[in-house]
Every structure is written in C-alpha cells, then in structure tokens.
C-alpha cells in the first residue's frame, strides 16, 4: 500500500504525486492520496497554521485502516 502526501504548491511533487496515484490505481493496488492546497515544498512537521500541519493524523488514520498500528489502550 501507498500513502501519497503532497501541497499543491509543490512546483516539485504536486503533479507527479498525481501521476503515481493513477499508476498505482491502474496496477490494482492499494493507494491513499492527499493533496493540500497550500504547503509548499517540504513541510514536514513545521506547524504554519494551515490544513496540511495535521498530515501525520490522516497518516495514522490510513495505517489504523490497514491494521498496521495497534489501538492505544
């Protein structure tokens, strides 16, 4: 399976995260695509106000849905 994160300000990534979602699709295999608006190139953990800073919930929500993490007691 494959989580695809990306900004749409991305001039780097936007559309080729686009482009390995549609070929993921195509080969039948799993795949979760997220694409913000704003962000830009590299926002890793740097909170900036904006949508994107709550990535790494959607990531964990992805991996709870696969049973790849173990529920918090």
């Keep these: 399976p ?3 994160l990306c900004a749409s ?3 780097l990534f936007a559309m ?3 482009d390995l979602y549609a070929h993921w699709r195509e080969a039948k295999r ?7 608006n704003e ?6 953990m740097n ?9 790494i919930e959607r990531f964990g929500e992805w991996l709870g ?3 790849l ?4 007691p």
Excluded at 30 to 36: A, G, I, R
């Design 2 to 4: 494959m989580f695809i």
């Design 9 to 11: 300000d991305d001039s």
């Design 16 to 18: 080729r995260s686009i």
């Design 30 to 36: 799993k795949v979760e695509l997220h694409l913000y």
């Design 39 to 44: 962000g830009g190139h590299g926002f890793g």
């Design 47 to 55: 909170r900036r106000g904006l949508p994107v800073d709550r990535w």
């Design 65 to 67: 849905s696969l049973g």
């Design 69 to 72: 993490l173990k529920p918090s």
